[in-house]
C-alpha cells in the first residue's frame, strides 16, 4: 500500500523559499500513468492543488503559483520536492503531498507551515 509523508520546516520567514518534501513508501515514483503533487490547505479554505510531476519528471503548475512553485523529485530516494518562493502569509496552509492515478489518492498526513518573522 502507497504512503507519503511529508518533511521540513514547519516556521518560515516572509520572502524566504518554503521547501518540503514528500517521502515515498509501497510504490515507486517512477511507475508510469502516475502523477505526484502538492496539494495546501489554508485555514478555513478549500483545498488548493500546486503542481505535480510524472514518473518522466515531467511538471504542471497551478497557472496563479507558477512563477513561485518548483517541484522536482529524486528517484534515488524515492522522494519528490516543493519549493515556493516568496513566501508571505497568505501561504500559511496544511501542506499535502498525494498520490494521483485516477483522483487524488492517498495523501500524506499533511504538515502544518506558518509564515512569521
Known amino acids: 500500500q502507497v504512503q507519503l509523508q511529508e518533511s521540513g520546516p514547519g516556521l518560515v520567514k516572509p520572502s524566504e523559499t518554503l521547501s518540503l518534501t514528500c517521502t515515498v513508501s509501497g510504490g515507486s515514483i517512477t511507475t508510469n500513468s502516475v502523477v505526484w503533487g502538492w496539494i495546501r490547505q489554508p485555514p478555513g479554505k478549500e483545498p488548493e492543488w500546486m503542481g505535480a510531476?510524472?514518473?518522466?519528471?515531467?511538471?504542471y503548475y497551478n497557472p496563479s503559483l507558477k512563477s513561485r512553485t518548483s517541484i522536482s523529485s529524486d528517484t534515488s530516494k524515492n522522494q519528490f520536492t516543493l519549493q515556493l518562493s516568496s513566501v508571505a502569509p497568505r501561504d500559511a496552509a496544511v501542506y499535502y503531498c498525494?498520490?494521483?492515478?485516477?483522483?487524488?489518492?492517498?495523501w500524506g498526513q499533511g504538515t502544518q507551515v506558518t509564515v512569521s518573522s
Open positions: 510531476i510524472d514518473a518522466s519528471g515531467t511538471t
Open positions: 498525494a498520490r494521483s492515478s485516477h483522483g487524488w489518492s492517498p
